[in-house]
C-alpha cells in the first residue's frame, strides 16, 4: 500500500511561492495505473482539487488556478511537487496530495496533509 | 460555490438510515462515475464509494451508493455514533477539465 507525505514551508508570505513536495512509499511513482495529485482544503471548508500529474509527465490543472500552479515530479527521490505563485490569504488551507488509481477512478491514498498559512 | 450541491447537514439516530444528496449536471455526473469520501474529524479523506456504487474493501456495506441523471446519492443505513464525519461527492467535469467535489455534508448522529 502506497504512503504519502507532505513537506514544505508551513507559512508563506503573500505574492510569495508556496511550494510542497510529497513523497511518495511503498510504490513508485513511475508506475503506470496512477497519477498524482494535489487537494487543498481551507478551515472549514470543502475541498479542492488542484490539479495532477502522470507518470508521463503530462498535466492538468484546475482552471480556476492554472495560471499560477504547476505540478512536477522527481523520479530519482520518489516525490511530486507543487508550486503556486502569486499567494495571497485566499490560499491559506491544508494541503494534500493524493494519489488516484486509474481502475477505481477515485483517490484512493491520501497524504496526512499539511497546514500553510499565507501571512506576512 | 461548489460545482456540486450538497445538504450542508444531516443527522440521524443511531441505527437510522440516513440519505445525502448529491446534485450535479451533465458535465459531470450524468456521464462520469461518482464517487464518495468521508472525513473524520482532524484526519484526511478516505473512499467510501467509487464508481457510483462500489465499496473499497474494508468499507461496511451499511454505506451504499447510487446515481440517476445529474444526481448521486449515498445512503448510511445502521447509523452508528463513528459514522459522525464529513461526506463529500465528487466526479470528473468534462467542461472544466477537472475533478469537482461537492460542499460537503455534516452527519450528527443524535
Known amino acids: 500500500q502506497v504512503q504519502l507525505q507532505e513537506s514544505g514551508p508551513g507559512l508563506v508570505k503573500p505574492s510569495q511561492t508556496l511550494s510542497l513536495t510529497c513523497s511518495v512509499s511503498?510504490?513508485?511513482?513511475?508506475?503506470?495505473?496512477?497519477?498524482w495529485s494535489w487537494i487543498r482544503q481551507p478551515a472549514g471548508k470543502g475541498l479542492e482539487w488542484i490539479g495532477r500529474i502522470y507518470p508521463s509527465g503530462s498535466t492538468n490543472y484546475n482552471p480556476s488556478l492554472k495560471s499560477r500552479v504547476s505540478i512536477s515530479t522527481d523520479t530519482s527521490k520518489n516525490q511530486f511537487s507543487l508550486d503556486l505563485a502569486s499567494v495571497t490569504a485566499a490560499d491559506t488551507a491544508v494541503y494534500y496530495c493524493?494519489?488516484?488509481?486509474?481502475?477505481?477512478?477515485?483517490?484512493?491514498?491520501w497524504g496526512q496533509g499539511t497546514l500553510v498559512t499565507v501571512s506576512s | 460555490q461548489s460545482v456540486l450541491t450538497q445538504p450542508p447537514s444531516a443527522s440521524g439516530t443511531p441505527g437510522q438510515r440516513v440519505t445525502i444528496s448529491c446534485s450535479g449536471s451533465?458535465?459531470?455526473?450524468?456521464?462520469?462515475?461518482v464517487n464518495w469520501y468521508q472525513q473524520l474529524p482532524g484526519t484526511a479523506p478516505k473512499v467510501l464509494i467509487y464508481?457510483?456504487?462500489q465499496r473499497p474493501s474494508g468499507v461496511p456495506d451499511r454505506f451504499s451508493g447510487a446515481k440517476s441523471g445529474t444526481s448521486a446519492s449515498l445512503a448510511i443505513s445502521g447509523l452508528q455514533s463513528e459514522d459522525e464525519a464529513d461526506y463529500y461527492c465528487s466526479a470528473w467535469d468534462d467542461s472544466l477539465n477537472a475533478w469537482v467535489f461537492g460542499g460537503g455534508t455534516m452527519l450528527t448522529v443524535l
Open positions: 464508481n457510483n456504487n
Open positions: 511503498g510504490g513508485s511513482i513511475s508506475r503506470g495505473n496512477y497519477y
Open positions: 451533465s458535465s459531470n455526473i450524468r456521464f462520469n462515475p
Open positions: 493524493a494519489t488516484l488509481e486509474l481502475e477505481l477512478r477515485a483517490f484512493d491514498c
